[in-house]
T-cell receptor
Framework: DSGVTQTPKHLITATGQRVTLRCSPRSGDLSVYWYQQSLDQGLQFLIQYYNGEERAKGNILERFSAQQFPDLHSELNLSSLELGDSALYFC?????????????FGPGTRLTVT | DQQVKQNSPSLSVQEGRISILNCDYTNSMFDYFLWYKKYPAEGPTFLISISSIKDKNEDGRFTVFLNKSAKHLSLHIVPSQPGDSAVYFCAASPYSSASKIIFGSGTRLSIRP
């Protein structure tokens, strides 16, 4: 158990819909990262927040947005969903905002868009 | 454009032997490298890392080697154990900048008895 929780575990929705994925970091961690893993692909870095502020952006679509709240939990919002958005979405947390700080991953949310 | 490549999607190794997983990168700005291990239905877990000022880093049965001139790194597991069966991802990032870590597509390692 990494100490990072993600809800829900599974989500099935239709094209065009909007969903929200939630992540609670490990106690004491200030950084939250979001990743997408499509079928047979590596993890694609989407976005990082550190202590409530956006710190780095990867290949995140404009239809996707995220935020980190004062209690440090984070939400990833996916809108106008397309079939290609079906993937595993991982959240990770770390103490600092540098790659040298170990990232602890949650178990992921599996999103299926039908 | 895959900046981090793991060209072997799968690898089968006999228990007790050495497992060698390979990773190539193209971006010369990368100077910090990591390996993650992932079991089914779980998130990845950090295994070992190396910065470009070193060419080897060891942690128990796991050793990572970095060849900067060839832009190649490898993970050696000796001896391989059944619990090592998992998907292994290598990842790279610029040490000095924000955390835009680029992951490879993974290698599925199977340890056979």
């Amino acid at each position: 158990d990494s100490g990072v929780t993600q809800t829900p575990k599974h989500l099935i929705t239709a094209t065009g819909q909007r969903v929200t994925l939630r992540c609670s970091p490990r106690s004491g961690d200030l950084s939250v990262y979001w990743y997408q893993q499509s079928l047979d692909q590596g993890l694609q870095f989407l976005i990082q927040y550190y202590n409530g502020e956006e710190r780095a952006k990867g290949n995140i679509l404009e239809r996707f947005s995220a935020q980190q709240f004062p209690d440090l939990h984070s939400e990833l919002n996916l809108s106008s969903l397309e079939l290609g958005d079906s993937a595993l979405y991982f959240c990770a947390s770390s103490v600092g905002d540098h790659p040298s700080y170990e990232q602890y991953f949650g178990p992921g949310t599996r999103l299926t868009v039908t | 454009d895959q900046q981090v490549k793991q060209n072997s999607p799968s690898l089968s190794v006999q228990e007790g032997r050495i497992s060698i997983l390979n990773c190539d990168y193209t971006n010369s700005m990368f100077d910090y490298f990591l390996w993650y291990k992932k079991y089914p239905a779980e998130g990845p877990t950090f295994l070992i890392s190396i910065s470009s000022i070193k060419d080897k880093n060891e942690d128990g049965r796991f050793t990572v080697f970095l060849n900067k001139s060839a832009k190649h790194l490898s993970l050696h597991i000796v001896p391989s154990q059944p619990g090592d069966s998992a998907v292994y991802f290598c990842a790279a990032s610029p040490y000095s900048s924000a955390s835009k870590i680029i992951f490879g597509s993974g290698t599925r390692l199977s340890i056979r008895p």
